[in-house]
Each structure stands twice: as structure tokens, then as C-alpha cells.
């Protein structure tokens, strides 16, 4: 079934990829369908034509000699036998005379002849009477004036016989049948049909011709728009079309133009607002830095030495210091994020056990999650889960990742997964608490967006966390995904190639990895804290 579909399978594929394979065959289709009803039309009225008009004169032709031949034999004086088939010899002769060589004849006695005279005749072609039919004879015996039919010659041509009734006096009733070859008018047909053929086959050359011509130059235009176009999305915003002439290819070259022009400016301008802003991000960072850094002096200070002061004086020391260190982790992610929007970041790869990452965020941040009554649970499926990463980021990514599964867990566990197979490492952070709103999984990686801007932070983030993640995970070629529903929690996917491979698309872990597929992960590990590990089953 394949070996008989595959040439079927080429042959959509090419009509559905060709504009010009497409019009050229229908119009080639469409032009040999009227071409054939045209010639089956055109040689179904010339056939008729020809015969009919040929018929109406033989019918002519009949009916005078007919009426020649009565008068003659009833003004004969024949009465005896012999005289009579004198007769009939003569009255042959005239007809063939009349008939100037183009018909036969066929005399035979009819049915209702009693007088057992028995004339006979003489044939010019063999085998002629066999073309006479008992459906003619009765015709002529039932009454019918000139009945005729078309026959088939002895030597293979077109005909038609023509039966009349004579009374040849004392012999009785005989019918007289006139046998015409339609040959000359067949092979006028033929000539007509062959004329008609080569006539279709040089207006379908022709048809072709004009058709391939029209749609390349149609086509041409459109295919050096789809080029630049490629070429403008590469990036290459000077390029642009040829203008020729001044029909309507030269009207859309020039739009094209006129667009690429304005879309150049509209990026270049855009370039150099992005790098304003960029370079202003970068330099306000650095300033804060100087001042920053002697308010974080002081700030020690008063800190080390909140004891000695009045109860509102150290909680003021104490917020301070907090916001201090939040102030500070938000300028190292906005340095950050300036440093990926530059396209300046940079991997420093080294073959790292994910999992091991993963255990050492999650035994860093589980004082936390006690804190605020969560409980952390890492699964782990066979295998080593080594890829080549920049341990820093994956480790940020992982951190950022826990973190805010955390805050949103209301209390509720927190599972991270991870697994493995030959081309990717994948890690699912899930959570079951507070999860993600309609249209909101679309939002959840933009910058400073909250799915609830009236929940505080409790965690200390920025705002920019998940986002930088996203961005580190895309520097490996990585992904990091997100699914969830309101008030049944939410997932994070993150996928790393094991090699500088692509992932490819049946990644090891789904987004939402259930308890039920636990099983196909191979020996699970639960770890409750750092160093305690038991065996878990689902």
C-alpha cells in the first residue's frame, strides 16, 4: 500500500507546493476536456451532415430511376419468359448506366409472388445480396415506400440499401434493392477527423505555451518578493526587489520596497531605543552600586548594633537590612537581564549530575519551606541526569523555580521530578496550591507580571526570576514551561539537551507529571532532608 501510495503522496505534495504545476495542469485538464467535446461535437455534425445529405440524394436518385423503370417495363410488350427476361436484362443495364458505376443492385422475387416465374439478375459485386436484410424485405412487404438502412459492404465499407417494389408484368412483384458505398464520404471523415487532431494538438502546444508563459511571469515576481521577504526576516533589511517596467509586478516591487524601507527604519529605530534603554539600565545599575554600597555600611552597622537600641529603632535596623538585600538582588537581576537583552551572556559549560543540582537547591532552601509549613519532595527516576550545563544558571533557574512553588503552595506539598534518557534531562517543579489562572500561563514569564498583585512577596523576589530562568534555559537550548489551574497548583518544566544537541520533542517528563506515572520513572527516591532518603512507592 505504501509503494502504491507514495507516488500519490509526491504528486499532492507538488500540487500543493506549485502554483504553476497547479494552473498548468488544470489548464491542461481543462483545455484537453473542451478540445475533445469540441472535435466529438465538431465530427458528429459533419458525419451527420454528410450523410444526411447524402441519404436525401440517394432517396432521390431511387425514387426517379423507380419511377423510369415502372414506365419503361409497362410500356415493354414482353410477355413470354424469355421475353421477359430479356426485359430485365435491359432494364439492368439502363440502371447501371444510371447509376454510373456508384451503386449495386439487388433484384429478388417478393414473398407475395404466386406466378412462379422466377427472373434472375446479375450481381456486380459477390456477396452482395447478404447485405440485404429480412427486416428490409418485410418493410417492403408491409408497405413501406423507400425504406432504407445502413449496411456494411462485402469489402468492409460503410453503405446504405434502398428497397423499392416492381411489377414486372406477367412475372409478378419483385423487390429492387439499391446498394450505395458510403466509402468517399467516410473517408472525407477521416480526413476531417485527422485535420481536428492535429488541429487539437498544436492549439493544446500552443494553450501550454501561453499558459507557462503568463503564470512564470506572474509567478517570477511573487517568488523574488518571497525571497526578499526571507531575506528581510534574516535580518538582511537592505535587501530589496527589482523594479521592471511599469505594469502591475513593477506596482507590487515597488510597495515591496516602499515596506522594506519602512519596516528598516522602524527596526533601526527601535534598535537604538532598545540599546538607550539597555545602556541606561546598565549604567543606573552601576551608579546605584556606589551609593548602595555605603548605605549597606551603614545599614551593617546600625544592624550589629540594633540591641542597644530602642524596639522601634532595631526593627527599623531590621526591615532596612531586608530591603537592603532585596534592593541588592534586584540590581543583580537587572544587570543580568541588560547582559541578555545585549546578547552578552555567556555559557560556562561543564558536565553536571542535574540531579545532584537539584538536591543541593532543594536542601539549601528546605529551612524555608519549613518556615512556612511546606513540605518538599524530590523523586528521581534511574539514571545519572548528567548534561552539559553552566552550573551557576541551572542552579539559579532550579532556585527561582522552588522558590516560587513555595510561596504559591499554601501549605501544600511541593514535588520535584527528575528524569532522563539519551537526549534530554528534565525537571518538573510542582506545586498544589494557589496555581494559574485562564490566560494566565501565557504571562507568567514576563517581567515584573503577577498573577496576583495584591499577594505580598514572602520569599523576597524581584519579579524578574522566572524570567531570567526562561532566558538561561534558552542560552543552553533548553525550554522551561508552565501549566496550571486555578486552586489545583502549578507546573514548571525544564528540559536540558544532554549534548549540544537539539531536545527534540518526546522529552522524558511531561509539564503535569500525575503520581500514577510515577511508576515508569523506574526506583523513585523521596527525600525529606538533607542526607535522609527512603524508598517510596506510588
Not at 337 to 354: F, H, K, P, Q, Y
Not at 397 to 402: D, F, P, Q, T
Not at 416 to 428: F, L, N, P, Q, T
Not at 488 to 506: D, V
Request: contains cysteine.
Amino acid at each position: 500500500l505504501a509503494a502504491i501510495a507514495s507516488p500519490f503522496t509526491a504528486i499532492g505534495r507538488r500540487w500543493r507546493g506549485s502554483m504553476l504545476w497547479r494552473v498548468g495542469v488544470t489548464v491542461l485538464v481543462v483545455g484537453m476536456a473542451t478540445l475533445v467535446v469540441l472535435g466529438v461535437l465538431t465530427s458528429s455534425l459533419i458525419r451527420d451532415g454528410l450523410v444526411d445529405s447524402r441519404i436525401d440524394r440517394i432517396l432521390a436518385e431511387v425514387e426517379r430511376d423507380r419511377s423510369e423503370t415502372q414506365l419503361y417495363i409497362d410500356n415493354s410488350t414482353a410477355e413470354t419468359t424469355a421475353e421477359l427476361q430479356s426485359l430485365v436484362f435491359d432494364l439492368w443495364d439502363n440502371l447501371n448506366t444510371l447509376g454510373g458505376g456508384n451503386r449495386e443492385l439487388v433484384l429478388l422475387e417478393a414473398p407475395s409472388n404466386q406466378t412462379g416465374v422466377g427472373l434472375s439478375s446479375s450481381e456486380t459485386s459477390q456477396g452482395i445480396r447478404e447485405v440485404i436484410t429480412p427486416a428490409m424485405r418485410s418493410a417492403l412487404s408491409e408497405g413501406t415506400s423507400l425504406p432504407w438502412q445502413p449496411v456494411q459492404m462485402p469489402d468492409g465499407s460503410p453503405g446504405v440499401a434502398v428497397g423499392t417494389t416492381i411489377n414486372i408484368g406477367a412475372a409478378g412483384a419483385y423487390q429492387l434493392f439499391f446498394v450505395y458505398s458510403l466509402a468517399d464520404e467516410q473517408a472525407t471523415l477521416d480526413l476531417v477527423s485527422r485535420a481536428l487532431l492535429i488541429g487539437a494538438g498544436v492549439l493544446l502546444i500552443l494553450l501550454l505555451w501561453l499558459v507557462w508563459f503568463v503564470t512564470v511571469e506572474s509567478v517570477r515576481p511573487v517568488r523574488a518578493a518571497a525571497r526578499t521577504a526571507a531575506r528581510l526576516a534574516d535580518g538582511r533589511l537592505s535587501e530589496r526587489m527589482t523594479v521592471r517596467g511599469v505594469d502591475e509586478m513593477a506596482t507590487l516591487a515597488s510597495t515591496f520596497n516602499d515596506m522594506a524601507a519602512s519596516l528598516e527604519r522602524q527596526i533601526t529605530k527601535m534598535e537604538t531605543l532598545s540599546k538607550v534603554q539597555l545602556q541606561f539600565v546598565s549604567d543606573v545599575s552601576h551608579e546605584l552600586r556606589t551609593p548602595l554600597t555605603t548605605i549597606r555600611m551603614a545599614s551593617d552597622v546600625l544592624h550589629d548594633n540594633r540591641a542597644d537600641f530602642p524596639p522601634a529603632v532595631a526593627r527599623s535596623a531590621e526591615l532596612l537590612d531586608a530591603q537592603l538585600d532585596r534592593f541588592e538582588a534586584l540590581l543583580a537581576d537587572l544587570l543580568e537581564i541588560s547582559r541578555i537583552d545585549a546578547g552578552a551572556a555567556r555559557l560556562d559549560t561543564d558536565r553536571v549530575s542535574v540531579l545532584t543540582l537539584v538536591r543541593d537547591e532543594v536542601a539549601a532552601i528546605l529551612p524555608a519551606a519549613v518556615g512556612m509549613g511546606v513540605e518538599v519532595r524530590l523523586w528521581a527516576g534511574s539514571g545519572d541526569h548528567v548534561a552539559s550545563v553552566d552550573r551557576p544558571r541551572i542552579a539559579r533557574i532550579v532556585r527561582n523555580l522552588l522558590s516560587n512553588a513555595i510561596e504559591h503552595a499554601q501549605s501544600e506539598p511541593v514535588d520535584v521530578i527528575v528524569a532522563s534518557d539519551a537526549r534530554a534531562v528534565c525537571v518538573v517543579v510542582r506545586d498544589y496550591g494557589v496555581g494559574l489562572g485562564p490566560g494566565q500561563v501565557e504571562h507568567v514569564f514576563d517581567r515584573f507580571w503577577r498573577a496576583d498583585a495584591a499577594r505580598a512577596r514572602t520569599m523576597g523576589g524581584t519579579g524578574l526570576g522566572l524570567s531570567i530562568a526562561r532566558e538561561d534555559a534558552a542560552l543552553h537550548g533548553g525550554t522551561l514551561e508552565a501549566w496550571g489551574q486555578r486552586g489545583k497548583g502549578a507546573s514548571f518544566r525544564l528540559a536540558l539537551p544532554t549534548t549540544e544537541a537539539t531536545i527534540g520533542h518526546n522529552l522524558p517528563l511531561p509539564v503535569v507529571v500525575r503520581r500514577s506515572a510515577f511508576e515508569e520513572l523506574g526506583t523513585l527516591v523521596a527525600v525529606d532532608a538533607p542526607g535522609a532518603a527512603t524508598e517510596v512507592t506510588s
